[in-house]
């Protein structure tokens, strides 16, 4: 049971070191900011995901308690990677697209970046 264990942990470990150097190679080989900002949001994430994953692992079937750390650090993880992805993604937007070079939203409110909602809900007249 304990070799299982211990392949299981390996495993995970192995998949780790992988994700994260393929996003560690993205953030410096990628050219510009909307290339590089896939390699620490995605691979690097899912690589700091496979460690947490190996440790749970590890501290609840071979010490023999569950560690809710790593389970609320992968969560806050997963949960603040695609917000930060989101904010540089519209930042970059900002700064660097013009307006006219978006396409239509297809929505009565263009893109959020450039139009604020507005302050009242439409009437449905």
Known sequence: MELIVEILVSFFLVIAGIFGLVGSFGMIK?????QRLHAPTKATTLG?????IASMLYFSLVKGHFSFHELL????LFLTAA???NFI?????VRNVARDELPETGRRIGWSIFDDPPETPPSKE
Do not use: C
Request: proline letters at 0%.
């Open 73 to 76: 650090i992968t969560l806050f």
């Open 48 to 52: 700091i995901g496979g460690v947490l």
């Open 83 to 85: 917000i930060t992805a």
């Open 89 to 93: 993604a519209k930042t970059y937007m």
């Open 30 to 34: 990628l050219k510009d900011t909307m």
